[in-house]
Structures are given as structure tokens and as C-alpha cells.
């Protein structure tokens, strides 16, 4: 259990977060003058924190036994397996974000790929931050267009992010489909874009993080905020 989800009061939630306690295992080893000492508490408050995280161990240990049996009475294994080949046709099917630029596109193997992690490094300047920017916006390009119809979840470590330059980016996104369905649709009436650049900037949530202890409460938090926003990973196409 991690522990944001201890039931205890938030600020002493956040106190153990930025002290560098993140699970019920981190505190398993200290006692209870050590832990007032860290996280600046009488040591009666300490030793109740310490009480409720032994409680909630008992427990999730108690449940993970339970789930265990019941998995392995109920689960078919055979059902469990997966061939090479339909491995290969899940990776085919894979989709793709496009970086707006052809040649990276093709250098990534046709884009950012979902259900992966891809780490793009380099030295100050190079571009990182626009790029991501880019792909925060192009996921959002609709089905209709070969894209995803998506809305993102942007992570700021450094402050680097522009908003004026999101619009920006979403201006010429929109005026690339635009042309794109022109072209398309160049012997038949014209399907209008319903998509603004507000709509794109809407659907860009952003999460400023100044420091580790930050960015490990938000990952933990993140299963939380997604089943909050169902429209996380759903968009609308044209019309």
C-alpha cells in the first residue's frame, strides 16, 4: 500500500511523502522518536502513525493471501498464455502519435508509440520541450484525421512549459487538418473542423512538479485523477 492511501490526516500524509516515504514498507524499520524527529511531530503522533501503517500491513498482507487462493482456484492457465504470433499482431496494431515531423516519425518506426515508453534525451535547446508540447497536442488530432482523438496529461519538472506557444501549436494543427481535409474532400462538400485551440489546451492537463518526493505523490496519485477524468483518452472527431 503506498502511502496517500494511508488513513490518516493529509498533512501527515504530505509529511511522510516529502520525508521520502512513499510505501508501508519504508516504515517498517524506524521507530517512533526517529520518525517525530524527521517529520518535526511530538513522538505520541508518531508512534499513531506508526500504529495505523502496522494495521494497514496486517491487513493488505491478510488480503493478498486471500486473493492469491482465490486466483489460483479460479484461474485456467492455459487461458494465460499467448503466442509469438499474436504477440507480433498486437505490436503491429499498436497505435502511433505522429511528432509532426516525417523523418522522426520514421526514425521512432511511425511515431510515439502507445503502451511504451519512449526517452528523448539531449542538451539544453535541442527542442525537448517542444517536442513534447507537439505530441501533448497531436494526440489530440481526431480519428477522422489518423490520429488517436485523445486528450494528455503534461508533467513539468523543469517550468519549461509555454502555454503561448501550445496555442500556437494548436493553430497549425488545426490548420494542417484543415488543408489536409480540403485535399481530401477536394470533389465533395467540405467537412467543417469543430476543433479550436482552446479545445486543445482544455484537454491538456498540466501538472507542475518542483521536486522527486513531488513526482512520486503525483504517479501514485495519476490512478486516482484518471478515473476522475474519464474524457482522459477519449476526443471528438469532425462533423
Known amino acids: 500500500m503506498e502511502i496517500w492511501r494511508l488513513p490518516i490526516s493529509a498533512s501527515q500524509r504530505g509529511?511522510?511523502?516529502s520525508a521520502g516515504y512513499t510505501s508501508l514498507s519504508?516504515?517498517?524499520s524506524i521507530s517512533s522518536s526517529d520518525l517525530a524527529r524527521e517529520l518535526n511531530v511530538s513522538e505520541s503522533e508518531a508512534m499513531n502513525i506508526l500504529k495505523?501503517?502496522?494495521h494497514s500491513r496486517g491487513s493488505e498482507t491478510s488480503n493478498a493471501s486471500c486473493?492469491?487462493?482465490?486466483?489460483l482456484d479460479t484461474f485456467q492457465w492455459w487461458a494465460g498464455a499467448q503466442s509469438a504470433w499474436d504477440m507480433l499482431h498486437d505490436e503491429e496494431s499498436l497505435m502511433h502519435i505522429t511528432t509532426s515531423s516525417a523523418d522522426l516519425d520514421n526514425i521512432l518506426g511511425g511515431g510515439i508509440h502507445c503502451k511504451?515508453?519512449?526517452e528523448i534525451g539531449g542538451v539544453p535547446g535541442i527542442g525537448k520541450t517542444q517536442l513534447g508540447i507537439q505530441i501533448a497536442v497531436n494526440v489530440q488530432?481526431?480519428?477522422?484525421f489518423g490520429g488517436l482523438g485523445g486528450n494528455s496529461i503534461y508533467i513539468d519538472t523543469e517550468g519549461s512549459f509555454m502555454v503561448e506557444r501550445?496555442?500556437?501549436i494548436a493553430e497549425a494543427c488545426i490548420e494542417d487538418m484543415s488543408e489536409y481535409n480540403r485535399f481530401l474532400r477536394k470533389d465533395?462538400?467540405?467537412?467543417?473542423i469543430k476543433m479550436q485551440p482552446q479545445d486543445i489546451l482544455e484537454n491538456i492537463f498540466y501538472f507542475r512538479i518542483c521536486s522527486y518526493t513531488e513526482q512520486i505523490a503525483l504517479i501514485n496519485y495519476l490512478d486516482k485523477f484518471l478515473s476522475e477524468h474519464k474524457d482522459v483518452g477519449e476526443g471528438d472527431c469532425c462533423g
Open 26 to 28: 519504508s516504515l517498517s
Open 116 to 118: 511504451e515508453v519512449t
Open 15 to 17: 509529511k511522510l511523502i
Open 67 to 71: 486473493s492469491i487462493v482465490e486466483v
Open 166 to 168: 501550445a496555442f500556437q
Open 141 to 144: 488530432i481526431p480519428n477522422d
Open 52 to 54: 495505523v501503517a502496522s
Open 188 to 192: 465533395f462538400q467540405e467537412c467543417k
